[in-house]
């Protein structure tokens, strides 16, 4: 595709509910990220895939979070028995190489009631 | 949690003018990256410069990089209203396993005032 595509653009839960975000990175890109941004804050980082395995998982904040990349190409972040805490805006970026300048998508907004 | 600090935290500037933004880092790097995010929207790359590097331009953009104060600067020559957006600076870390990852900045939000 032309660019990173995150799905949903938004989405509201409830407390203690599971959720997946998806992310559709730009075809051939083998590295993959995915960040938190809060409301005034720069991205956090989450994870980093290179190809199909997660080369850096160290900002994920508890074994609630989880997100695989099964073929190399679509990761699915997932976030297990989510709390108001976890609101915020999850960004997702690609690039050919880690490291190299990033192609981010639009984020999914994520409310937790 | 995050590596780049930018100062300040808020710029407010006349269109026509030039905005200064800063950047300081902790660890050793291999590149810094400057990006910028307007209200709502995802991070768009505007520059890179590697670490034996110490300027480049691009356009309007001009970066400096002084690794022995682990310190970047930013500067937007000329601002127009549309310059208005939040910069952040952004380093790649050598990350486990050999990998490279960036890890952003708070951000510096500049407004340019018509």
């Known amino acids: 595709g032309a660019g990173v595509s995150q799905t949903p653009s938004n989405k509201v839960t409830e407390k203690g509910k599971y959720v997946e975000l998806r992310c559709d990175p730009i075809s051939g890109h083998t590295a993959l990220y995915w960040y938190r941004q809060s409301l005034g804050q720069g991205p956090e980082f989450l994870i980093y895939?290179?190809?199909?395995?997660?080369?850096?998982d160290s900002g994920l904040p508890n074994d609630r979070f989880f997100a695989v990349r099964p073929e190399g190409s679509v990761s699915t972040l997932k976030i297990q028995r989510t709390e108001r805490g976890d609101s915020a805006v999850y960004l997702c970026?690609?690039?050919?190489?880690?490291?190299?300048?990033?192609?981010f998508g639009n984020g999914t907004r994520l409310t937790v009631t | 949690s995050q590596q780049g600090e930018e100062d300040p935290q808020a710029l407010s500037i006349q269109e026509g003018e030039n905005a200064t933004m800063n950047c300081s880092y902790k660890t050793s790097i291999n590149n810094l990256q400057w990006y910028r995010q307007n209200s709502g929207r995802g991070l768009v790359h505007l520059i890179l410069?590697?670490?034996?590097?110490r300027e480049k331009h691009s356009g309007r953009l001009r970066v400096t990089l002084d690794t022995s104060k682990k310190s970047s600067s930013l500067l937007i020559t000329a601002s127009r209203a549309a310059d208005t957006a939040s910069y952040f600076c952004?380093?790649?870390?050598?990350?486990?396993?050999?990998?490279?990852?960036?890890?952003f900045g708070k951000g510096t939000k500049l407004t340019v005032n018509p």
């Open positions: 410069i590697r670490s034996n590097e």
């Open positions: 952004a380093t790649a870390l050598r990350s486990q396993g050999g990998s490279e990852k960036l890890v």
């Open positions: 895939f290179q190809g199909t395995g997660a080369a850096d």
């Open positions: 970026a690609s690039s050919s190489l880690g490291g190299t300048p990033l192609h």
